[in-house]
């Protein structure tokens, strides 16, 4: 099946500190991937969707100058926390759908990333 | 606002019985919808899905069921098992054309007891 990889699966780190996170479809090419964030007990919130080769397209209330997002391959986007600060703290996700197979397919989600910022 | 409800955060089945978990959404747009099963720590799994074209669509042990005029879709898991229990999500896309994002509900707990 589909699998995606999300790394690293946890960061903590000092406010202020930059971090980036690593999405990956290892056995389907990704035109498209997404990020997610989830605070706990809450639902998955999209961020914002990554297009490879073009800027990504983010949701209302996402800065995308705190979260820059490249997606520079059909296998690879990154999504980079810059000057984090503690109320950035949550479970980033990551997700991708297989460009092969059109479109009413679902996405394949990465183990998250549990983002910690003292 | 919520555009897919999931009303019930919590579900308690014992070993063998049928769970149904419940999903509720606004939006008419939304025309494929899906459910994830999650556990702790982990992203969620994919589980099944179910187009707006169809009422009903069943794998294995899962089926999913679509009442569009009532917004509403429900999975049912029977038998269910000890390693069901997990936090089920209910998703939901907007119409071809989009670019596939997901509307997910809060989640529903679900705990089978052996």
């Known amino acids: 099946g589909a699998v995606v990889s999300q790394h690293p699966s946890w960061v903590i780190c000092k406010s202020g500190t930059s971090v980036k996170i690593e999405c990956r479809s290892l056995?389907?090419?990704?035109?498209?991937m997404f990020w997610y964030r989830q605070f706990p007990k809450q639902s998955l919130m999209l961020m914002a969707t990554?297009?490879?080769?073009?800027?990504?397209?983010?949701e209302q209330g996402v800065e995308k100058d705190k979260f820059l997002i490249n997606h520079a391959s059909l296998t690879l986007s990154t999504l980079t926390v810059t000057s984090a600060h503690p109320e950035d703290s949550s479970f980033y996700i990551c997700?991708?759908?297989?460009?092969?197979?059109?479109?009413?397919?679902?996405?394949?989600f990465g183990d998250g990333t549990r983002l910690s910022i003292l | 606002d919520q555009q897919v409800k999931q009303n019930s955060p919590s579900l308690s089945v014992q070993e063998g019985r049928i769970s149904i978990l419940n999903c509720d959404y606004t939006?008419?747009?939304?025309?494929?919808f899906l459910w994830y099963k999650k556990y702790p720590a982990e992203g969620p799994t994919f589980l099944i899905s179910?187009?707006?074209?169809?009422d009903k669509n069943e794998d294995g042990r899962f089926t999913v069921f679509l009442n569009k005029s009532a917004k509403h879709l429900s999975l049912h898991i029977v038998p269910s098992q000890p390693g069901d229990s997990a936090v089920y999500f209910c998703a939901a896309s907007p119409r071809r054309g989009s670019q596939g994002n997901l509307i997910f509900g809060k989640g529903t707990k679900l705990s089978v007891k052996p």
């Open positions: 990554s297009n490879e080769g073009s800027k990504a397209t983010y």
């Open positions: 939006n008419s747009m939304f025309d494929y």
């Open positions: 179910i187009s707006s074209i169809k």
């Open positions: 997700s991708a759908r297989d460009r092969g197979l059109g479109s009413n397919q679902p996405q394949h």
């Open positions: 056995d389907f090419q990704a035109t498209t």
